[in-house]
């Protein structure tokens, strides 16, 4: 699951990068038009699988996976409702949701950067769902400096969540923390260090109106990049 689409509904090609790993299904819940951003989704999704050996930008994690890509929240800045996600998350499990296709290729790893304050029953319910078909879920920690214990999908039971680091390998100063947090992994920030190099995490982009590029992308108030 993303914040946002890899490519827009009406022109969903994705970056070059990406386009060997993604699978065919892109279904949308909520709200989405050719205003979405295609921002912080594309960039997550380039950490996971950008292609290697191309001699261009960098390689993701795993640039043999597939990435099943499901748009969850809608044009706003990423905003979106829990009954959306909640219906994401089990479609990305294998789970039938009414209105959509069954989804044929269940996703092994649900990853969810994004979160938010209080604890969904409707997001908890459906994580719990998505555990018992199997499916592992992959959390952001938040973004807030806080415990994240109280935040969805972070502080729900069963999800696997990660906080940031800095380039030193410290906590990053905007990371959630607490005993929820199960791994840390590098989160960026959008300053640069004393020679003027990006400390931000290098990724596919899409740019408006330059398309689709690789960049440095941190922002410690609304982005997640675990």
């Not at 990406?18 to 299904?25: F, G, R, V």
């Not at 459906?126 to 499916?135: E, F, K, P, R, T």
């Not at 935040?151 to 959630?176: F, K």
């Not at 020679?195 to 690789?214: D, H, N």
């Amino acid at each position: 699951l993303v914040p946002a689409s890899v490519g827009s509904p009406s022109r969903p090609s994705p970056s070059p990068a990406l386009a060997a790993s993604l699978m065919k299904s892109q279904p949308v819940f909520g709200t989405s038009d050719d205003a979405s951003s295609a921002l912080h989704g594309t960039h997550v999704a380039g950490i996971i699988a950008a292609a290697t050996d191309d001699g261009q930008g960098t390689a993701g994690v795993d640039w043999n996976c597939r990435l099943l890509i499901v748009r969850a929240l809608g044009v706003e800045h990423g905003s979106g409702v829990d009954s959306d996600i909640a219906d994401a998350i089990r479609w990305a499990a294998g789970l039938h949701v009414d209105g959509v296709p069954d989804n044929a290729t269940p996703a092994d790893v649900i990853n969810m950067s994004f979160g938010g304050a209080g604890l969904s029953r409707t997001m908890e319910d459906a994580v719990h769902d998505a555990l018992d078909a199997g499916a592992i879920v992959v959390a952001a920690a938040g973004n807030t400096a806080a415990d994240a214990k109280g935040d969805s999908p972070a502080g729900i039971d069963g999800v696997i969540t990660v906080g940031a680091v800095d380039q030193t390998g410290r906590i990053a100063p905007y990371s959630s923390f607490g005993s929820v947090v199960a791994l840390m992994a590098p989160g960026g920030s959008p300053d640069t260090d004393s020679a003027g190099v990006p400390m931000g995490v290098l990724s596919t982009i899409e740019l408006p109106g330059a398309g689709f590029s690789y960049t440095y992308y941190a922002d410690r108030k609304s982005t997640r990049l675990n």
